[in-house]
């Protein structure tokens, strides 16, 4: 993992030194083949402290100019039709998790540049109203708590402000947790959460709203899929609890919107081959994962790796990435 780390940050270097000393059109030379991107939040800065899931409203606009410009834009079912341009990178748009800024920042821009997109909703409005993710991630970031206790640990705050327990996180054990012990840390944080006033930070966590799902579900520019119920990492949780988070994930978007749902992106990309196959037995006709986890798995109709976008480097770097394919 460090060996990687090390490996992605050298060649990170190497690349922004060719790109600034005459390489640059060498390095954004024009690609052939496909993408799907996987955008999350976009807020107005493009804000990196809590996590890595927001870039800016003006990166997300500039970056959509520019490769609607250069490149051919596809919505997912072109994608899967294989409906391309030669000679040219297509690209489909999708977004995980459901926030609210999708609606208020990016949706707007789509509309602009007349952009398909399809989003991945994590149906959790019944049980709370966040995804307890980003909840941690924020508490974390806010509270002046140095420790804390809970499920039978004590956790301490790290330099990077994340809540550690023998070395590991607690924003990365979540995932794994039977959900009944996630709710537990509302509990807990409950006083930490109000102090931050969420609504002041709304872009950061609020999920849209059934009316605006409903909204962004008759535009014909875009679809709605499921992207399960409480963000589980759906491989470490119980096999049966993560086939119900499929299901009713499923379901929900279905009652809601009164249209079939048949896309389902994997919360994390973290998928197998049973759960897989549970989302095709469900009419789920498009797989979203990050990346595929054996070759084999490149030949199943309904599975598609997809490209995260990386909020860390700038546009010239996240453009030659984008190109090549893979951060490595
Ligand atoms: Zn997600």
Redesign the pocket.
């Known amino acids: 993992m460090i060996w990687i780390r090390i490996k992605y940050r050298l060649n990170l270097i190497f690349k922004t030194i060719l790109f600034h000393s005459g390489f640059k059109k060498r390095l954004l030379k024009n690609q052939y083949g496909e993408r799907i991107l996987v955008f999350?939040g976009i807020d107005k800065l493009g804000e990196t402290k809590y996590n890595s899931r927001f870039i800016s409203r003006d990166f997300f606009e500039k970056f959509i100019k520019y490769i609607s410009s250069h490149y051919n834009i596809v919505s997912l079912d072109e994608y899967y039709q294989k409906k391309f341009k030669p000679n040219t990178l297509n690209i489909a748009l999708t977004f995980?998790?459901g926030y609210l800024n999708n609606y208020k920042y990016a949706v707007p821009i789509l509309k602009k540049y007349n952009i398909p997109a399809s989003f991945?909703i994590?149906t959790i409005h019944k049980k709370a109203s966040y995804?307890f993710?980003d909840f941690i991630d924020l508490v974390s970031y806010h509270s002046s708590k140095n420790k804390l206790f809970f499920d039978n640990s004590i956790y301490k705050k790290n330099a990077k402000n994340e809540f550690i327990c023998n070395g590991m996180s607690l924003k990365k054990e979540i995932k794994a947790l039977p959900y009944k012990k996630v709710e537990l840390l509302y509990k807990t944080l409950e006083q930490n959460w109000l102090d931050l006033k969420p609504a002041s930070i709304e872009d950061y966590w609020k999920l849209m709203s059934v009316k605006q799902l409903k909204e962004l579900a008759k535009n014909p520019l875009f679809t709605i899929g499921a992207?399960?119920e409480t963000?589980a990492s759906l491989i470490d949780i119980h096999m049966e609890d993560a086939k119900k988070e499929i299901s009713n994930s499923k379901e929900f978007l279905e009652t809601i919107l009164n249209q079939p749902i048949d896309e389902f992106?994997f919360?994390?990309g973290s998928y197998n081959n049973e759960l897989g196959d549970y989302c095709e037995k469900l009419g789920f006709k498009k797989v979203l994962l990050v990346d595929y986890n054996t070759e084999l798995d490149k030949k199943i109709a309904s599975y598609r790796n997809r490209f995260v976008m990386n909020p860390y480097i700038s546009f010239d770097m996240q453009l030659v990435y984008l190109l090549k394919g893979t951060y490595f």
Do not use: E, L, S
Request: no cysteine; charged share 15%.
């Open positions: 999350h995980d998790d991945y994590t995804i993710n992207h399960g963000h992106a919360p994390f």
